[in-house]
């Protein structure tokens, strides 16, 4: 019985594993910015919530953009302009991370799951130059993240995907975003990404 129950807990949690709409880039080496550019390089892994996909965007200004979708044991590069972003990771619900970059440097950050009411909910996570924080580049698990994510890129299935669910991501991010500006400017820092935060 409990051997039975085992694989249907497997099955539960490894069941949509294969439905990322993203594919598996050709070259496995993360790229530097363009000279006046920046680049944020999303990753994920975790064994919890890993048949869940969440859905990265840049929401400067209030604009969504869509960035990508992140599978667990996957990382995603964006490069963008340097200066103040604002990112956003949806699941069941919506959370974001702000960001001051700086032109020509690479900076990361790792999708975090957590439980929700019906299934695993996402945090965003800077990856600081800072041993007192939560998530550190200085740290072995930056390092097991960096070389046990693959590189992946979006393509026609995934910007569809997008374009059939930006109600719904819109929705998230009105509910979300006033709850996120309620936070306390320390709670902001520790999920700010700072221009020396950079590798």
Do not use: H
């Amino acid at each position: 019985m409990f051997y039975r129950l085992l694989l249907l807990v497997s099955v539960v949690l490894f069941a949509g594993c294969a439905s990322n709409p993203m594919q598996v880039s050709a070259t496995q080496t993360l790229q530097q910015p363009q000279s006046d550019m920046a680049q944020v390089v999303f990753m994920r892994s975790s064994f919890f919530g890993a048949a869940i996909n969440a859905s990265l965007y840049d929401v400067t200004d209030g604009e969504i953009q869509f960035i990508g979708i992140i599978a667990n044991d996957t990382k995603i590069p964006y490069e963008t302009e340097p200066g103040k972003r604002v990112f956003m990771v949806v699941s069941e619900a919506a959370d974001f991370m702000e960001a001051n970059l700086d032109s020509g440097k690479n900076y990361f950050s790792i999708a975090t799951p957590r439980m929700g009411a019906w299934k695993a909910r996402f945090s965003l996570w800077p990856i600081k130059n800072d041993p007192s924080a939560e998530f550190q580049l200085n740290s072995k698990d930056f390092e097991k993240w960096v070389s046990a994510t693959k590189l992946v890129e979006n393509t026609d299935k995934s910007k569809a995907w997008f374009e059939s669910n930006k109600r719904s991501v819109q929705q998230k991010y009105d509910e979300y975003w006033p709850v996120w500006k309620n936070k306390s400017a320390e709670e902001l820092s520790k999920r700010t990404l700072e221009e020396n935060d950079n590798n």
